[in-house]
Structures are given as structure tokens and as C-alpha cells.
């Protein structure tokens, strides 16, 4: 069992930015993927973005140039920069862990967050 914590969601205006934070609770954080999720209400789980150990990423096309995923295996935390957001960008942001990029990228695989909420609003 991994367990993960999420924080720095909130309000922000169009085209602010937000930095979100997981930490995960286990040593083997630095051989696991890390990524993000999203999800609205009454809508389907989306993928974000995720990062392998050995830092390759992948975007979903909606957030690329704008979004930023990064971890620090020190701290066993992994980040979402997020830049010029859009009232579309609403949603509870879920962080995932998986055993490999495939894995982050099932949606019944891995380990799954609480959630915070980021709500984009003028």
C-alpha cells in the first residue's frame, strides 16, 4: 500500500497558476511512476500528466505547454505546475502512483490519492 496526499488546490483566476503537491508515504516512491488525474463532476477521470523514475513524461494534449510535472525523489513528492490555467481546468485533481508509465495510465491500475480541488473562475 502506497499512500498518497495531495495539496495546493484552491481558486484561481484565468490564466493563473497553481502548484500541486504529492507525497507519498513509502521509500519506493523512486521506482514508481507518478502522475495526475483529473476529474469533474458528472464527468469521466481524465489523464494529466506523469513522470517515470527516470524522469519521461507525458502530457494529455489539453495541458501541454502549460502544464509542468517534475518530482523530487528526496522527498518522495511529485509536483503539477500549472500555468495559464482555463475554467475548463476545473476539476479534483487526483495524484496516481503505478509500477510503470502503463500502469499510471490504466485508470483500475496503480494507487490513487484523496484528490484537491483546483477550481478556475473569474
Known amino acids: 500500500q502506497v499512500q498518497l496526499g495531495e495539496s495546493g488546490g484552491g481558486l484561481v483566476q484565468p490564466g493563473g497558476s497553481l502548484r500541486l503537491s504529492c507525497a507519498a508515504s513509502?521509500?519506493?516512491?523512486?521506482?514508481?511512476?507518478m502522475g495526475w488525474y483529473r476529474q469533474a463532476p458528472g464527468k469521466q477521470r481524465e489523464w494529466v500528466a506523469g513522470?517515470?523514475?527516470?524522469?519521461?513524461?507525458n502530457y494529455a494534449d489539453s495541458v501541454k505547454g502549460r502544464f509542468a510535472i517534475s518530482r523530487d525523489n528526496a522527498k518522495n513528492t511529485v509536483y503539477l505546475q500549472m500555468n495559464s490555467l482555463k475554467p475548463e481546468d476545473t476539476a479534483v485533481y487526483y495524484c496516481?502512483?503505478?509500477?510503470?508509465?502503463?500502469?499510471?495510465?490504466?485508470?483500475?491500475?496503480?494507487?490513487w490519492g484523496q484528490g484537491t480541488q483546483v477550481t478556475v473562475s473569474s
Open positions: 513522470i517515470t523514475p527516470g524522469a519521461t513524461t
Open positions: 496516481k502512483s503505478g509500477a510503470t508509465m502503463g500502469a499510471l495510465m490504466s485508470l483500475n491500475l496503480g494507487s
Open positions: 513509502r521509500s519506493i516512491f523512486n521506482i514508481r511512476a
